[in-house]
């Protein structure tokens, strides 16, 4: 199964918007398919706030990964923020989900990017495993809090 990862352009609205609902409707995030469009489209039509890559074949992806850039004098320059990551339940535990983490990267390279950051559930084993595998460390001193505006 390959993990190859396609940047998301207008296009690929209506594939992407059905795999975010998969991925909401399992994570239990209320949406309605307006509101997750207009949160998509923007980073398929070039914002400069994140990008949506199709997991897979883009005419049958079976994933999708979102990155919202930011900046961080911590790290030095341009970071960005894992939002979501979705793999269709039919085809986890084959590697898809680490290949594209460690994928991410390369594709991201050329913007410059020093760090890339992401939630998970701290009750999540398999979750923090996958993430550990692909790079990522665990920053016990600190922990992701949000405010809703």
């Known amino acids: 199964m390959s993990a190859a990862l396609t940047l998301a352009k207008p296009e690929h609205l209506d594939r992407l918007a059905a795999l975010c609902e998969a ?11 307006d509101a997750r469009r207009a949160g998509l489209a923007p980073l398929l039509e070039g ?5 949506a890559y199709l ?16 900046w961080s004098v911590e790290f030095g320059g341009l970071d960005a923020i ?3 990551l979705y793999v269709r339940p039919g085809v986890r535990g084959r590697g898809v989900a680490s290949e594209a983490l460690i994928a991410l990267p390369n594709a991201l390279s050329s913007v410059g990017l020093r760090a890339i950051h992401l939630e998970v559930d701290r009750d999540n084993a398999a979750a923090i495993k996958l993430y550990r595998r692909a790079g990522f460390t665990l920053r016990e001193k600190y922990m992701f809090m949000s405010r809703r505006l």
């Open 23 to 33: 991925f909401h409707a399992e994570e239990g995030i209320k949406l309605d398919d």
């Open 47 to 51: 914002s400069p706030y994140g990008v």
């Open 55 to 70: 997991i897979g074949p883009p005419r049958a992806a079976i994933g999708y990964i979102v990155i919202c850039f930011g």
């Open 82 to 84: 894992i939002d979501e």
